[in-house]
């Protein structure tokens, strides 16, 4: 597959967001909440929330409302030995099991799923946009296959500073934060929030057109 345009992967994403059951769709998964799809492209789609609200309700229980069952800021290591986030890492393997056999050419995420994106992408060396990226994983130290992930941010989108910087964590390969003229509390996490401020003219000259990059 050749390298695609950031704004043509958005533009994917918004589309299933819109409509799941499209008939390019191959194979997909939805399992427990976790949700994947793979087209006959060889891309592999991993939406997650498209509602800053729903952020809170079902993926990252800042405030305990479910004890037990939230995840919280705990850290486990992953097969490499690399320090995640548990409750992406327990999305992101069931999305690898998902994956791993029908070897995408390109991986996209968005908010949950963009999580699960940065680690499966990394995992299997394969190209990946991350759209409303949390932050991942607990290290100072790299991990192999970074230079395959890109991750899209805006400023004032909460989820994008989650968990925090300061307890360690971080994105995984590399971040683009993108700075709107007001603030938009609330909608700034969806998917088209993301693909308008792309397409502003003070920020589109500052991102890669395509991912991967193509060398100059």
């Known amino acids: 597959m050749q390298p695609i345009t950031l704004l043509r992967a958005a533009d994917l ?13 191959v194979e997909g998964i939805d399992i427990n909440g976790v949700q994947a799809y793979y087209t006959r492209e060889g891309v592999l789609i991993i939406p997650g929330t498209n509602e800053f609200s729903d952020w ?8 305990n ?19 995640y986030h548990a409750g992406f890492l327990e999305h992101a393997r069931m999305v690898y099991a998902f994956a791993k056999p029908l070897r995408p050419k390109l991986i996209v995420g968005h908010s949950l799923g963009a999580a699960s994106a940065q680690i499966v992408g990394s995992s299997l060396g394969i190209p990946t946009v991350a759209f409303a990226s949390p932050r991942v994983v607990r ?25 925090p910087g300061l307890l360690g964590f971080r994105h995984i390969g590399k971040v683009y934060w993108m700075n709107p003229d ?7 996490h969806r998917i088209a929030e993301y693909i308008d401020i792309m397409c502003e003219a003070r920020i589109k000259p500052h991102l890669p057109e395509f991912w991967p990059e193509i060398a100059a």
Do not use: K, W
């Open 56 to 63: 809170f309700e079902f993926n990252f229980d800042l405030f």
């Open 182 to 188: 007001g603030l938009n509390f609330y909608e700034d």
């Open 13 to 25: 994403m918004q589309q299933f967001y819109s409509s799941p059951n499209r008939p390019d769709v």
């Open 139 to 163: 290290q100072r130290t790299g991990i192999g296959n970074e230079h395959h992930v890109i991750n899209l941010c805006r400023t004032d989108d909460f989820v994008t500073q989650v968990p």
């Open 65 to 83: 409302r479910s004890p037990g069952e939230s995840h919280g800021f705990e850290v486990v290591s992953g097969d490499s030995g690399a320090r």
